[in-house]
């Protein structure tokens, strides 16, 4: 499946829930989520990282802020079964996508999705929309909405004290 087809499968999923926005695509690597805030312009916390993760053998999508990791005991206790990191080839079966390019929509199924808190101070975010080198802007309460992910605490926080 070549890069054209990956962004506009991406594409055909926002138009599908009402959103026309622009997928920008760029001559360098948004692979990572510190290149993808290089390359937009904009800060690693605005960036949206889109993980799978194994709940009790069923994929989940969890949508994590740039600047954060994701706490796997919190995944744990909000899912209720034990949760591990999706290898790649289950990320590709799971969502469509190679990972480095993982968009939040356009998956063969809707995967259950959670959302990190901490994207929701941000006025606009932005997420890879299927390649390594593409990426879309949206507002954090919309990017919500077309996942119908459910807004959680999922960072990882340093210990204080
Ligand atoms: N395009 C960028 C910014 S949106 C992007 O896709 N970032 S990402 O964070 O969503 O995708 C990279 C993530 O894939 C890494 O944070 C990591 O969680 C995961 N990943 C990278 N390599 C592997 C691997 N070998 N196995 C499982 N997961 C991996």
């Known amino acids: 499946m070549g890069a054209v087809h990956a962004v506009e499968r991406v594409r055909a999923a926002l138009g599908r829930v009402g ?3 622009e997928i920008r695509e760029f001559a360098e690597s948004t692979r990572t989520a510190q290149e993808a ?3 937009v312009g904009t800060s690693v916390g605005q960036i949206v990282k889109s993980l799978v993760f194994v709940a009790g053998g069923n ?4 949508l994590v802020s ?3 990791r994701a706490d796997t005991g919190k995944l744990e206790a ?3 079964a034990p949760v591990e990191r999706a290898d790649p080839a289950t990320v590709r079966e799971a969502t469509g996508f190679a990972i480095g390019g993982v968009p939040p929509v356009g998956h063969p199924s809707s995967l259950p999705t959670l959302v990190d808190e901490d994207l929701l101070q941000y006025e606009t975010v932005y997420a890879a929309a299927g390649t390594p080198n593409s990426m879309f802007a949206i507002a954090p309460r919309e ?3 077309i996942t119908g ?3 959680v605490d999922v960072a990882r926080r340093p210990v204080s004290g």
């Open 78 to 80: 909000l899912l209720g």
């Open 143 to 145: 990017l919500v909405r």
């Open 149 to 151: 992910g459910r807004v």
């Open 66 to 68: 740039g600047a954060n």
């Open 37 to 39: 805030a290089d390359a």
């Open 19 to 21: 959103v026309n926005i």
């Open 59 to 62: 994929p989940v999508l969890v």
